[in-house]
T-cell receptor, first 118, second 112 residues
Framework: GAVVSQHPSRVICKSGTSVKIECRSLDFQATTMFWYRQFPKQSLMLMATSNEGSKATYEQGVEKDKFLINHASLTLSTLTVTSAHPEDSSFYIC??????????????FGQGTRLTVV | QKEVEQDPGPLSVPEGAIVSLNCTYSNSAFQYFMWYRQYSRKGPELLMYTYSSGNKEDGRFTAQVDKSSKYISLFIRDSQPSDSATYLC????????????FGQGTTLQVKP
């Protein structure tokens, strides 16, 4: 399957600082990328959908000013958690869907980023 | 009511057992059904997907969908310790935009 690389895999930051997470599609062009958050023992919750070259669409309850998403190229999307607080500590996962996708084209997931805010 | 309900388990079975994992969903507009496997601290990986009611087999795995009951299942035959993971069902609209709704995930442990 296609490869989606997410970096860093783990980050610890101080409360009040910002953290950037990168999601790269390594061997395909991804017109759409998705950002999910997963709390312990809970399912993945979609935060936002990002299309290359346009503004991200955020799910209800997700603060767009806190979770900044940039999808400037067909292979890279970034999620920046601004002014992070301990309650933002979670597992953040991206997925990428290929260009010219058909209905049965899967979205490939990155390996996730474990964010801990202290 | 959650859009997708999945028993979180944990489920513990002996090696070689048949495992049954299940989800129910509430919105009949969802026509695209997927099962993901997630190992600890890793991203999910796709196991199987299907659109239609009925069974779909892939090796030791069988995905089953009953749209009339809004019920989906994943069966694992001859389970192995390496199958120990969290299994997530996911659903989406027919023309999948990649925007999926996930179940809570069932944690499976296969004991040697």
């Amino acid at each position: 399957g296609a490869v989606v690389s997410q970096h860093p895999s783990r980050v610890i930051c101080k409360s009040g600082t910002s953290v950037k997470i990168e999601c790269r599609s390594l061997d395909f062009q991804a017109t759409t990328m998705f950002w999910y958050r997963q709390f312990p023992k809970q399912s993945l919750m979609l935060m936002a959908t990002s299309n290359e070259g346009s503004k991200a669409t955020y799910e209800q309850g997700v603060e767009k000013d806190k979770f900044l998403i940039n999808h400037a190229s067909l292979t890279l999307s970034t999620l920046t958690v601004t002014s992070a607080h301990p309650e933002d500590s979670s597992f953040y996962i991206c997925s990428a869907r290929a260009r010219r996708a058909t209905p049965n084209t899967e979205a490939f997931f990155g390996q996730g980023t474990r964010l801990t805010v202290v | 009511q959650k859009e997708v309900e999945q028993d979180p388990g944990p489920l513990s079975v002996p090696e070689g057992a048949i495992v049954s994992l299940n989800c129910t969903y509430s919105n009949s507009a969802f026509q695209y059904f997927m099962w993901y496997r997630q190992y600890s601290r890793k991203g999910p990986e796709l196991l199987m997907y299907t659109y239609s009611s009925g069974n779909k087999e892939d090796g030791r795995f069988t995905a089953q969908v009953d749209k009339s009951s809004k019920y989906i299942s994943l069966f694992i035959r001859d389970s192995q310790p390496s199958d120990s993971a969290t299994y997530l069902c996911a659903i989406g609209p027919l023309f999948n935009t990649g925007k999926l709704i996930f179940g809570q995930g069932t944690t499976l442990q296969v004991k040697p």
